[in-house]
C-alpha cells in the first residue's frame, strides 16, 4: 500500500475533524432543541393549555364579571392553536 511517506500521520487530522463534527452537531442539536427561540428578557406570548381554566376559576372566585370572562374566553378561543 501507498502511504506517500505519512505513514500513520493521516489518522490525527481525520479523527480531529471527526472529533469537531461530532461536537458541532451535539452544540447545534441542543441549541435549536426548543420549540421557541427567545433571548433571555424577552416578554414572549405563549398560552399556557390551561388559560381557559384560569380564567373560570378566577370568574368562579369573583375576581373578574360575567363580561370580562366572556371577553377572555372569546378571545383565548380565537388565538388558540390548533392542536396537532
Known amino acids: 500500500m501507498m502511504d ?3 505513514g500513520w500521520v493521516w489518522i490525527f487530522p481525520a479523527v480531529g475533524t471527526a472529533l469537531m463534527a461530532l461536537f458541532g452537531w451535539a452544540v447545534l442539536t441542543r441549541v435549536f432543541r426548543t420549540e421557541h427561540h427567545t433571548s433571555p428578557g424577552t416578554p414572549t406570548l405563549v398560552e399556557t393549555p390551561d388559560s381557559l381554566a384560569v380564567a373560570r ?5 369573583g375576581l373578574i364579571s360575567k363580561e ?3 371577553q377572555l374566553a372569546q378571545d383565548l378561543i380565537r388565538t388558540e392553536k390548533p392542536h396537532l
Open 4 to 6: 506517500f511517506g505519512l
Open 68 to 70: 370580562e370572562f366572556d
Open 57 to 61: 376559576e378566577r370568574y368562579a372566585q
